[in-house]
């Protein structure tokens, strides 16, 4: 079924240049819809009691925003008598429904979201992910060939990770499990189905809870990145208390996500201030702040580039080792790559740069971080 939910979406497009989001989410749960039948199908055809249930059948209640909505609850009652049964049960991801009965979809990747929610509701042991990759890699193996697997991770790491542009799982399926203390699990579902469990869990990645002497002491885990994003630089704004809500509050209410934020230093009571989104909300956010602020603030202009990428190395060692953010700056300024924002948290560093120099960055601090050698 690869590839059917933007098939389903460009068949919305070529009706509409901007659809409706309600009606949008009712087309894109449908493929998971079909899955489900077909899979349960193929189970009772090999013999085994199988059920499919979607988002509103189990009752995955969310709120109301359409296309990234958050799961609110879920009612297990129905799914716990079929497992009492011995039934297979086959739910569809991906969606929910809200207060009104509205069809709704979680966002790409939302799959991961609704497994870890399910195995939370259901007080499962662990809840194992089977995706395309065999685990969670120093980075993204297409970049860079050394990068090595981890066989653990911690959850902070992999929340930075999913956040920072990983895509091995997304940031609220990390979220859920580590709200609600989720054993989680991530392994290869293109590896021999007959190989058991326990013993195929030994070439995945282990999500832990807990920092422990017998996890790998790397001072960094993993280098993630993100193509992603745009840079919107909102030129001569007043530098006075309140101005970044007053940008950023419209781009709040449209229902658009910031990521970086930068304020230069004021020069004759003046500004600039700079941000990132989606870059599929580049050209809506571009749209809110030239009719709704720029006049308003009384800004001199209002500048984009979406050719922007984010680079960020990420580590719970970050917090017992020094020196690490001057070292990235070092390897970048010694590339030729010129840094356009910053951003750190406890346990990470990102850096803002033009995307085509990403997979230079990523391999040049890739090595010189030693990520290719295994942990001793």
């Given at each position: 079924?690869?590839?059917?939910?933007?098939?389903?979406l460009?068949?919305?497009?070529?009706?509409?240049?901007?659809?409706?989001p309600?009606?949008?989410?009712?087309i894109a749960?449908?493929?998971?819809?079909?899955?489900?039948?077909?899979?349960?199908m193929?189970l009772?055809?090999?013999?085994?009691?199988a059920r499919?249930?979607?988002?509103?059948?189990?009752?995955?209640?969310?709120?109301?925003?359409?296309?990234?909505?958050r799961?609110?609850?879920?009612d297990d009652?129905?799914?716990?008598?079929?497992?009492?049964?011995?039934?297979?049960?086959?739910?569809?991801?991906?969606?929910g429904?809200?207060e009104?009965?509205?069809?709704?979809?979680?966002?790409r990747?939302?799959?991961?979201t609704?497994?870890?929610?399910?195995?939370?509701?259901?007080k499962?042991?662990?809840?194992?992910?089977?995706?395309?990759?065999?685990?969670?890699?120093?980075t993204?193996?297409?970049?860079?060939?050394?990068?090595?697997?981890?066989q653990?991770v911690?959850?902070?790491?992999?929340?930075e990770?999913?956040?920072l542009?990983?895509?091995?799982?997304q940031?609220?399926?990390v979220?859920f499990?580590?709200?609600?203390k989720?054993?989680?699990?991530?392994?290869s579902?293109?590896?021999?189905?007959?190989?058991?469990i326990a013993?195929?869990?030994?070439s995945?990645?282990l999500?832990?809870f807990?920092?422990?002497?017998?996890?790998?002491?790397?001072?960094i885990?993993?280098?993630?990145f993100?193509?992603d994003?745009?840079?919107?630089t909102?030129?001569?704004?007043?530098?006075?208390?309140g101005?970044?809500?007053t940008?950023?509050?419209?781009?709040?209410?449209?229902?658009?996500?910031?990521?970086?934020?930068?304020?230069?230093?004021s020069?004759?009571?003046?500004?600039d201030?700079?941000?990132t989104?989606?870059?599929?909300e580049?050209?809506k956010?571009?749209?809110?702040?030239?009719?709704?602020?720029?006049?308003?603030?009384?800004a001199?202009?209002?500048?984009?580039d979406?050719?922007?990428c984010?680079?960020?190395?990420?580590?719970?060692?970050?917090?017992?080792h020094?020196?690490?953010?001057s070292?990235?700056?070092?390897?970048?300024?010694?590339?030729?790559?010129?840094?356009?924002?910053?951003?750190?948290?406890?346990i990470?560093?990102?850096?803002?740069?033009d995307?085509?120099?990403?997979?230079?960055?990523?391999?040049?601090?890739?090595?010189?971080?030693?990520?290719?050698?295994?942990?001793?």
């Open positions: 079924m690869s590839g059917e939910t933007n098939r389903l460009g068949l919305a497009k070529e009706i509409s240049a901007n659809p409706d309600r009606e949008m989410d009712v749960s449908t493929g998971e819809q079909v899955t489900i039948g077909l899979l349960a193929a009772q055809e090999i013999g085994v009691t499919s249930y979607t988002g509103a059948q189990v009752k995955i209640l969310t709120d109301e925003a359409f296309s990234k909505a799961i609110k609850s879920i009652e129905a799914i716990l008598a079929d497992l009492a049964s011995g039934t297979v049960v086959v739910v569809a991801g991906f969606q429904v809200d009104a009965g509205n069809i709704t979809t979680l966002g990747g939302g799959s991961d609704s497994a870890v929610a399910l195995a939370a509701a259901l499962a042991d662990e809840c194992l992910i089977y995706t395309d990759v065999d685990g969670v890699y120093t993204d193996p297409r970049v860079e060939p050394d990068a090595r697997r981890l653990t911690t959850f902070e790491e992999m929340l990770m999913a956040s542009g990983s895509k091995v799982l940031i609220r399926a979220e499990a580590g709200k609600y989720v054993p989680l699990r991530v392994l579902s293109l590896t021999d189905p007959m190989i058991p013993e195929e869990a030994q995945g990645t999500i832990t807990e920092e422990d002497d017998k996890m790998e002491q790397a001072i885990s993993g280098i993630a993100n193509r994003e745009a840079k919107i909102v030129m001569g704004v007043p530098d006075r208390p101005i970044a809500y940008i950023l509050g419209p781009i709040g209410d449209a229902n658009i996500d910031v990521d970086m934020i930068i304020q230069n230093a020069v004759d009571g003046m500004t201030f700079s941000f989104v989606h870059r599929n580049y050209q956010a571009l749209d809110v702040l030239n009719n709704q602020v720029k006049a308003h603030i009384r001199t202009d209002i500048r984009g979406s050719k922007i984010k680079v960020s190395m990420v580590g719970v060692g970050m917090r017992t020094a020196g690490i953010a070292k990235m700056f070092r390897t970048l300024s010694e590339e030729g790559i010129n840094i356009q924002m910053i951003s750190t948290s406890e990470k560093i990102s850096v803002v740069i995307e085509k120099y990403m997979e230079l960055a990523v391999r040049a601090l890739h090595k010189v971080f030693d990520l290719d050698q295994p942990v001793g």
